[in-house]
């Protein structure tokens, strides 16, 4: 089963949804409040939807609530799948409990962009923690014993692999690559994007306060 998490995602929802159409039990698009035609353009490629509170945990927390599959992945929707991925999860969790992909950068990406790609798939692999642009997957029993996503406005997706590295150990490193649409660095800059994700999850691993890092996320916006 996928859940999506989305807002204000109309150009993007359609071909999120229908690349895992047929290949997952259930499509859940969970939207935080969007003011676009998102709703609608996913209901039409053939999700089902609900309407979440603001915010991309809560939004994923409920999606994998409303859902009843064994297993739970959580894509981001500007994010491409490969071909396989439906056989790489279930491969994965013969053996693990859950587990993320490698990443490329969409596009004609720079020289420094492919090198972002290749620091985000050597730092998963040797902290075991992921971030929500992998395309993270866990089998539900996994995802309902640590409690789920934790209600925070920012590194939801950090903390979870915590939860779940702390439980069951280090996650599946799939090498298939999901696609990433590198939209954030284009938009900031790719190193003024790189300085401040680095700071950010250095405060975060020291205790900062999941609010405060959101805040200062969107004062560099």
Sequence with gaps: MVVIPALNEAAKIEACVKQVLGQAAEVWVVDGGSRDNTIAIALQAG??????SPGRARQMHLGALL????ILM??????TLPASWADDVRQALLTHSWGRFDVRM?????GLLRLVAFMINLRSR??????????????REAYSAIGGFKDQPLMEDIELCRQLKRAY??????????????????KRG??????LMWLLRWQYFFGADPRALRARYLDTR
């Design 169 to 186: 150990g280090r996650g599946a490193a799939v090498s298939a690559q999901v696609g990433v649409d590198p939209r954030r660095w284009d």
């Design 190 to 195: 790719a190193w003024p994007t790189i300085r």
């Design 74 to 79: 959580f894509l981001h929707a500007d994010t």
């Design 106 to 110: 969409l596009g004609q990406p720079s």
């Design 126 to 139: 040797i902290s075991g923690i992921s971030t929500g642009d992998q395309a993270q997957f866990m089998d």
């Design 47 to 52: 999700a089902q939807v609900a309407h979440g």
């Design 67 to 70: 859902s009843r599959s064994p």
